[in-house]
Nanobody
Framework: QVQLVESGGGLVQAGGSLRLSCAAS????????MGWFRQAPGKEREFVAA????????YYADSVKGRFTISKDNAKNTVYLEMNSLKPEDTAVYYC????????????????WGQGTQVTVSS
């Protein structure tokens, strides 16, 4: 059974930083893609970043490129989202997810989801 547990959310002032973690278990993640998505109140869930587990490039939404970095620790089966220069519009619930499709940026292609962690950026 795949389990994804996010942590690291919180309240931060604009311009600040947070690092989200997603601890994954219950599956062999080789060949899978790990993704981060976010959903703000009244808005659709949107892609933030993706990282193929085994090899390949990273993918970012234009809105976070240059500010956010996705990375992983193979030994800990954990994916991270380092978020810098945060803006109030980054406020959302952030979810990590697993896809069998390489480099996917579409949330319907993600099969397993964590419970989400709230990020609030004050102006």
């Amino acid at each position: 059974q795949v389990q994804l547990v996010e942590s690291g959310g919180g309240l931060v002032q604009a311009g600040g930083s947070l690092r989200l973690s997603c601890a994954a278990s219950g599956w062999t993640f080789s060949g899978k893609t790990m993704g981060w998505f976010r959903q703000a109140p009244g808005k659709e869930r949107e892609f933030v970043a993706a990282l193929p587990w085994s090899y390949g490039t990273t993918y970012y939404a234009d809105s976070v490129k240059g500010r956010f970095t996705i990375s992983k620790d193979n030994a800990k089966n954990t994916v991270y989202l380092e978020m810098n220069s945060l803006k109030p519009e980054d406020t959302a619930v952030y979810y990590c997810a697993v896809s069998s499709r390489y480099g996917s940026r579409r949330y319907p292609e993600y099969d397993y989801w964590g419970q989400g962690t709230q990020v609030t950026v004050s102006s």
